[in-house]
């Protein structure tokens, strides 16, 4: 059965995509331990180290990304990537807060790569997950609210087998309705990449994904490498 995949038009129009592919199994997610707090913190310390004084806008996994959105006719500075998000906190703020296991691990392999990880809780969805151009009348429950909205015409998003939006503007927000919890067990989780050498880059980042969650969070994984050649999981 599909958990995850690609509509044709995506991989049409965007040729260099590369994404890493999870479906997770049996996990327990709680607060994070300290062994894993600590290597999320110490990545937290290297990862502003190497950043340093460059600005977000010239890191090449963030500019490709800023690419991608724009060619849906999104703002993406106004919509920023969840990976530039999470690195903007950093470098500005300093940190990014502990929220729990799940959430953690994927956060760290995020900043560590500059790609933007998410988790999918699929006890809360109907899959597959598909990410396609939005025809305007899928249902977004976005986080802290129970107001359903609608994506607007060709926005790039995730959703169900429901028409249910599971991310809204590729990788700017998920859904109430798929967000991790102290609950999840089972999970689609993804890191994608549209920069040069993307493709090596998540290959690295899902193994580090595979390591963590198996070492931290239990349960049983399968995955895979997608791109336009190979689309669905």
Known sequence: MTSFQYDMRITKNYPSLAAGVIVAQGMTNAQSPDALRNLYLDEQTAVKARIGTTP?????????WRRAISAFGVSPTKYRSAAESLLRRLTKKGDIPCINTLVDIGNLVSIRYGLPVAIF????????????????????????????????????????????VVARRWCWRQS???????????AVITIEAHHDGGSDDIENALADLLALFAEYAGGSYDSALLDADNPAI
């Open 176 to 186: 109430a309705t798929s967000a991790s919890n102290a609950s999840t067990t089972d």
């Open 121 to 164: 809780d699929t006890g809360q969805i109907a899959p597959p997950i598909t990410v396609h151009y939005s025809d305007g009348g899928e249902d977004f429950i976005d986080l802290g609210s129970d107001k359903i909205v609608h994506p607007a015409t060709g926005e790039v998003i995730f959703s169900d087998e429901a028409r249910m």
């Open 56 to 64: 977000l806008s010239e890191l090449p996994t963030l500019i490709a």
